[in-house]
């Protein structure tokens, strides 16, 4: 598979491309899962670069989620897989938040 099946540009890509990590993490694959780290890294810092309201409940989700990315990377970076996987079950929880409104 290509890592251009996992870009995510809506909500619900980012919900199936984590839900395509903790797969590939539980299987061991390290290099599709840190492609898809990377798609989804990329897509929620282009939601952070210039969000429409700063200190809003969605740029606020996309904090909390890249935090959860970042525990992913640094655990596949040890090899911990079962814990990224772990990481990334997280991630989809922050994602799937439902942002507080104003």
Known sequence: MSSDQYKPTSSSDVIGSLRDLTVHLHRGN???AASIVTDITRHLNQ????????DGPETQRAQQTMFAIEE?????SE???E????AARDAAREWRAQPARK
């Open 30 to 32: 390290e290099a599709q």
């Open 72 to 76: 992913v990377r640094t655990l596949m």
């Open 79 to 81: 090899r911990d897989y």
């Open 47 to 54: 939601m952070l670069e210039a969000p429409d309201d700063p």
């Open 83 to 86: 814990g990224a996987a772990t």
